[in-house]
């Protein structure tokens, strides 16, 4: 599948130093994609009835969101590249990733948009790891 992350990496005129592009590109994508998620839920719990309860909930998804977009960005730079800082920025999504999805999955019974929220988190958490392992 060609998306415009990996247009962009494919253009990118130096080398990435052995990054596997195709884990950078799903990282950087599913980094987006719970940052969007995260931000809908956080959204969503706002507007639920129960908005007393989810104020832990909301509060994890913004900083997951914020997380996780930092994330996308820093992955999205490759020149002057510092492996220490990556694997730290990588090191922190997974840390709050699997946090959001933790405390959404608490909700996701009584709140779909939790659910979903907690997949992205996870999803992510994973696609992070994943990079983290290849860097070595």
Aim: proline share 1%.
């Amino acid at each position: 599948m060609t998306t415009t992350v990996n247009d962009l990496l494919r253009t990118y005129p130096a080398d990435l130093g052995g990054v596997d592009r195709d884990a950078l590109a799903r990282c950087i994508e599913e980094c987006l994609r719970c940052a969007q998620a995260c931000t809908a839920c956080a959204d969503a719990c706002l507007s639920e009835s129960t908005v007393a309860d989810l104020t832990k909930c909301i509060r994890t998804d913004m900083d997951c969101a914020d997380v996780c977009n930092a994330t996308a960005a820093v992955l999205s730079r490759h020149t002057g590249y510092d492996a220490n800082v990556t694997r730290a920025v990588l090191q922190a999504c997974v840390t709050v990733c699997r946090a959001c999805g933790d405390e959404c999955a608490r909700h996701a019974d009584m709140h779909e948009h939790c659910r979903v929220c907690a997949e992205a988190c996870r999803s992510c958490e994973q696609a992070c790891d994943e990079l983290l392992a290849g860097l070595g």
